[in-house]
């Protein structure tokens, strides 16, 4: 049987989610098993680009800021599921074409359900 991984990789859909529903992603995901929450680089990238039109983005910077960030080459999407391939580490985003990559790979997904609330899917 395959261990839950003890580090999960958060997408820029999942930051701003987290400010849209206002969740302590720190004492959810550390609820949940995670010591090791990590933003790749692209991910801030992104955000950032998006701080003009999405009113949460600019927020979702400040939390992406506060995880480790770790660089990527590469598309963004593909980057992280490839990233969560290497270092067997689950992946928190709504994003579906992230989801059904990373399911096609066996890896660990979770999503925001019921306002906030962090599930595996």
């Known amino acids: ?3 839950m ?3 999960i990789i958060l997408d820029s859909n999942a930051l701003i989610y987290s400010v849209k529903y206002k969740t302590d992603l720190d004492k959810q995901l550390s609820g949940i098993g995670f010591s090791r ?4 680089d692209c991910v801030a990238v992104e955000l950032t680009g998006l701080s003009g039109r999405v009113p ?6 400040s939390i992406a800021d506060r995880f480790e960030s770790i660089p990527v080459a590469g598309k963004c999407d593909s980057a992280i ?3 969560a391939q290497k270092m067997d580490c689950a992946i ?3 994003d579906l074409e992230i989801v059904n990559n990373a399911k096609s790979k066996n890896l660990k997904v979770y999503s925001f359900k ?3 609330i962090i599930d595996a899917l």
Do not use: Q, S
Request: hydrophobic residues 50%; glycine residues 4%; proline residues 8%.
């Open 81 to 83: 599921v490839d990233l």
């Open 92 to 94: 928190l985003t709504n």
């Open 5 to 7: 991984p003890h580090a």
């Open 114 to 116: 019921r306002k906030g």
């Open 56 to 61: 949460e983005a600019r927020a979702a910077v």
């Open 37 to 40: 929450i990590i933003v790749p």
């Open 1 to 3: 049987m395959k261990m």
